[in-house]
């Protein structure tokens, strides 16, 4: 497991080391786009030169647009890759750190019954926010970007995400998990997002 880390590590190391030399920012899609309604086609060359290439400019994407998570199919790409990453975001200020990571072929394997309902936003749909209510904590299994299967559980913000994202990949985005059409709306005009208290998410 350890060893597994560490490789997971060198990984992340030399993505960062490629952003240092030269930094990719792709065209995000936006709500509309028929590539962001259907279910994304699952990976299976990890050895190929362009997956990695995809990731690590995935990669700088989300930072460039501070973005917590993305999917290729934001990016036009209708493959199942994850990558996330919380760090010090101002589109999430209150959210927990959470290391850059990459999911391919990620699939929910288990949801708590506790639920919580908690502000989101998504880059494909800019401006807006909305009051969504999902698992607090759930399984997933996936791949990493070496082709290895992982398996993990995880809560909070950071289970909030993955479902996000695992959403995106069977073409769900968040506004068709809304239980209240009048808790989606622009962030600058939504008052209670305006008033959020110290302990939300977002
Ligand atoms: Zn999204």
Request: net charge negative; glycine share 6%.
């Amino acid at each position: 497991m350890q060893n597994r880390v560490a490789e997971s590590y060198t990984i992340m190391s030399d993505f960062v080391k490629k952003l240092d030399k030269s930094m990719t920012v792709l065209k995000i899609v936006k709500m509309g786009d028929p590539v962001l309604s259907v279910k994304s086609v699952p990976v299976t060359d990890f050895n190929d030169d362009k997956l990695q290439q995809r990731i690590s400019d995935m990669v700088d994407t989300m930072r460039h647009y501070q973005g917590v998570g993305l999917v290729a199919p934001q990016t036009g790409l209708s493959q199942q890759i994850v990558v996330l990453e919380v760090a010090r975001n101002t589109r999430y200020p209150e959210a927990e750190s959470i290391a850059l990571d990459i999911l391919i072929n990620p699939q929910i394997t288990a949801y708590s019954e506790e639920t919580e309902a908690a502000w989101e936003g998504c880059l494909s749909l800019p401006g807006l926010r909305g009051r969504i209510t999902r698992s607090t904590g759930i399984s997933y299994q996936a791949f990493n970007a070496a082709g290895e299967p992982v398996t993990e559980t995880v809560y909070g913000f950071h289970a909030r995400i993955i479902q996000h994202e695992i959403d995106h990949l069977n073409g769900i985005l968040y506004p068709q998990r809304l239980d209240n059409l009048l808790e989606f709306g622009f962030e600058d005009s939504l008052p209670a997002f305006q008033n959020l208290d110290k302990d939300s998410n977002i």
